[in-house]
């Protein structure tokens, strides 16, 4: 037996190129992986422990903690890989709270015969976008699953942030009549970016994903003295699914007007295509905010400073109806009517009618 | 009925002799998308014309039509609408000239009147921007069967899940019919996680297609529904996949046509609107001769209709006005779109791949020769002569009140499974699905309804 087992080739994994079964079990071969996923991130200290042991964040008052599964299918499209977004994605719904981010874990779900390159690639990614950001890649786990069980690669990242005198954690019910909703950036274009990479050259756009870290736009308000309401980044359910979750929350009617909500073209003609709704459509990178009236001028000013030229103010808070017990979300149409807005009932599907 | 969209064909990508074929069709100007089509229904279409594309196919180039309007208001808002084609959203959805139409025809009219408007995309049109509160007292708008998600039968839906559950077998088909009900409630959709039904979405009859030619181990199913708009794509497709001899593809066919389902309307007893907004897509592609015996036997009035807001309006602008003046006959306000003959090419090749057929119309019965179905020569890529299977009884919910919606003898709002046990995520008839009547007034109504 010892024999013929000395007599078997070593598999040598210096030299595959593609993830492998192997690369998913407790062995050397997981951990020269590991290592080398380290070494991607950028990390000059390589991790040895299960959990990682970090400082406590200087003036935490309390803490954060976000996490948000990441799926981007193909994974790299113009202006966007499933690296950054991973980072970015629970970065911004961390900002957003009104926490300042601190530590990411990181829970990264292999195919078999993903690409070690690829993977190279998209944990580089992660590590620059996260030092540009200021966080720091603290603690992670890796599975490996076969062909026919996942998606190349899918990404699970947990943020640990900070609550401080200055940044307080912001609620819906902060949200009061007479505050104006501002949104950071033109609408849609993670949406169309992401149908435009699926249609394999079917389609073609310039429009690029809107995916950018929301940090400075949330740092530059509250360092502005700007009375920060409440904010929500457009993601899944875009503005649509924000707006009606925040009314109803806050007990408040939130206003829209639909000539003021700036949609990107591309966006427009892809919804008159599919039928889809355009108030629905995800961004990955743009957020509402609730501000005082007064200070909405000074606000997109701020915004605009910090690379999000296209702010605008698109709505405002009144008092929920009298006698109505939730807030609603309405548009106001270009006809001068009002037209409640109400969640999808499910997933945007390609329409004939 | 027939969601579709302006583009700029920006280049001609490749001639057959001195016609084009194929091109590329900008939307929404150089930040949109482009998308490469056949231009087999448009052969005189030329670079930088503007054209209406329903499911990835364009059907009409859009004509300038400003010398043709007397009154100075409409000279307006044609010149606007063609300066702005690029963009055609975006003014035809504008306050100014919405304001004014609503103002022309509240003075013009001088009594109630109700008409209906034929499709379903109207309907939703009317519904988002509350045309019916702005017109109250003076036009009552009443939705028609002008879904084709809608009036589709349950039998068909449930053939459809039938083949998609068999082995090697994939159904292609529009999101819409994939969430509609078919018998007991079960719906591709549903069918996809309690039954394993394979099926896949596709945004156009080409798409179906490519998925065929590209998974050559499965027999490939595309549903083909929908009006005549829809039939124009669904005739080319099968056209195609014959020239190519495509044997994993097929065609489950249930396409129905307007006219009939006009004069099925008008001599059912008791039914009474006062006139017609016609579905300006359909015409599209057959024009709206066939509507000048319907306006004469019957005595309406018809307005071929577009469908942003001012299209929509303008239509109902003309058919007050024909009402005021008591004329009968049809009326074209979409005139950069519709032309008399529509588009003559795609009708050829509708009537040599489809024929006339009795055709069941879910809420209706059967409406006689309604129906566009594939021609025995062809039977081979009809999925019914394919898998040798024949269609079942329809099975719907007795609750569902649509033929009398249709019949405008209530409204989505009388029905008492409205918003109840009949939702868009769940429903109980196919009204509530697609852009349906009762889904559309769902979307408008309900929230404000369970806030009180």
């Not at chain 1, 690829?118 to 966080?135: K, W």
């Amino acid at each position: 037996m010892n024999e013929l087992a000395l007599n078997c080739p070593i598999p040598d994994y210096n030299h595959g190129t593609k993830v492998e079964e192997d690369h998913g079990h407790g062995s050397k071969a997981m951990s020269k992986l590991i290592a080398d996923m380290q070494r991607w991130y950028g990390h000059e200290v390589q991790v040895h422990t299960d959990a990682a042991c970090v400082p406590l964040p200087q003036g935490a008052t309390s803490l954060s903690m976000t996490t948000d599964g990441h799926i981007l299918s193909p994974y790299q499209i113009p202006g966007c890989n499933i690296g950054e977004l991973a980072i970015i994605g629970s970065v911004n719904d961390t900002v957003v709270s009104g926490a300042l981010p601190y530590y990411v874990a990181v829970y990264m779900r292999l195919t078999v015969g993903f690409p070690l390159s690829e993977l190279q690639m998209v944990c580089e990614s992660m590590g620059r976008t996260a030092r540009d950001i200021g966080v720091a890649i603290v603690t992670g786990d890796t599975k490996v699953v076969p062909q026919d069980m996942g998606d190349g690669i899918e990404i699970t990242t947990t943020v640990v942030g900070a609550f401080t005198k200055t940044r307080i954690p912001l609620q819906p019910t902060m949200v009061q009549p007479g505050d104006v909703a501002i949104v950071t950036g033109v609408l849609g274009r993670h949406y169309v970016a992401v149908a435009v990479a699926r249609s394999e050259g079917k389609l073609v756009s310039p429009v690029t994903s809107d995916m950018r870290s929301l940090h400075k736009e949330v740092a530059i308000l509250f360092d502005g003295g700007i009375k920060v309401r409440f904010m929500h980044d457009l993601t899944r359910g875009g503005l649509l699914d924000g707006v009606v979750g925040i009314a109803e929350h806050s007990g408040t009617n939130i206003v829209l007007d639909e000539r003021r909500i700036p949609h990107h073209p591309a966006a427009l003609a892809a919804c008159k295509k599919w039928g889809h709704e355009i108030l629905a459509c995800p961004n990955e990178g743009t957020m509402i905010v609730f501000v005082d009236p007064r200070q909405a001028p000074q606000a997109i000013d701020l915004l605009r400073k910090v690379g999000s030229p296209d702010a605008c103010v698109i709505g405002e808070v009144h008092p929920r109806d009298p006698g109505s017990r939730k807030g609603e979300a309405i548009l106001r149409t270009t006809a001068g009517t009002e037209r409640t807005l109400v969640q999808q009932p499910g997933k945007m599907f390609n329409r004939i009618c | 009925m027939c969601q579709a969209i302006a583009g700029k064909i920006t280049r001609i990508t490749e001639y057959v002799g001195d016609r084009p074929v194929r091109g590329t069709v900008q939307y929404m100007g150089p930040e949109g998308i482009e998308q490469e089509v056949s231009l087999a229904f448009v052969p005189e279409v030329a670079e930088g014309n503007y054209v209406l594309v329903h499911v990835g196919l364009p059907l009409q180039i859009i004509t300038e039509q400003e010398a043709l309007e007397k009154e100075e208001w409409r000279r307006k808002i044609s010149r606007m609408i063609v300066d702005d084609r690029g963009n055609e959203t975006s003014y035809l959805r504008s306050e100014e000239p919405i304001k004014l139409l609503i103002a022309e025809i509240r003075r013009l009219a001088t009594r109630e009147y109700t008409i209906m408007e034929v499709c379903g995309g109207q309907t939703e049109i009317i519904d988002c921007y509350k045309f019916n509160k702005l017109l109250e007292g003076r036009v009552k708008l009443v939705p028609g069967p002008g879904c084709p998600v809608c009036v589709t039968t349950a039998n068909y839906i449930d053939l459809s899940i039938d083949l998609a559950c068999r082995e090697q077998v994939v159904v292609a088909a529009f999101g819409d019919i994939m969430h509609t009900p078919g018998s007991y409630g079960m719906s591709l959709a549903r069918a996809i996680a309690e039954r394993n039904a394979k099926v896949v979405e596709v945004d156009s009859p080409d798409a179906a297609l490519f998925y065929a030619l590209r998974h050559p181990d499965v027999q490939v199913v595309y549903f083909a529904i929908g009006f005549e708009t829809t039939s124009a794509p669904n005739a080319l497709t099968l056209y195609e996949a014959v020239t190519k001899k495509v044997s994993n593809f097929s065609m489950l066919v249930t396409q129905v046509m307007v006219p009939p389902a006009l004069r099925l309307l008008l001599s059912t007893p008791d039914f009474h609107v006062d006139g017609f907004l016609g579905a300006g897509h359909v015409c599209s592609v057959m024009g709206y001769h066939e509507y000048h015996p319907i306006a004469r036997k019957y005595r309406v009035p018809i307005v071929v209709t577009g469908f942003e807001p001012v299209d929509l309006l303008l239509g109902v602008y003309q058919c007050v006005r024909m009402l005021e003046e008591g004329r009968v006959g049809v009326e074209n306000a979409y005139p950069r779109i519709v032309t008399e003959e529509g588009n003559v090419e795609a009708q050829r090749l509708i009537k040599k791949m489809f024929r006339h057929e009795d055709c069941e119309w879910n809420g209706f019965g059967v409406v006689p020769e309604s129906g566009l179905r594939i021609r025995p020569r062809y039977k081979t890529f009809d999925a019914l002569h394919r898998f040798g299977v024949t269609l079942g009884p329809s099975v719907r919910d007795p609750r569902c009140k649509l033929t009398d919606i249709y019949l405008n003898k209530c409204t989505p709002r009388d029905c008492p499974e409205f918003g109840t046990s009949c939702t868009p995520a769940c429903q109980v008839g196919p009204g509530m699905g697609g852009e349906g009547p009762c889904k559309s007034a769902y979307k408008t109504f309900i929230l404000r309804e369970e806030a009180l």
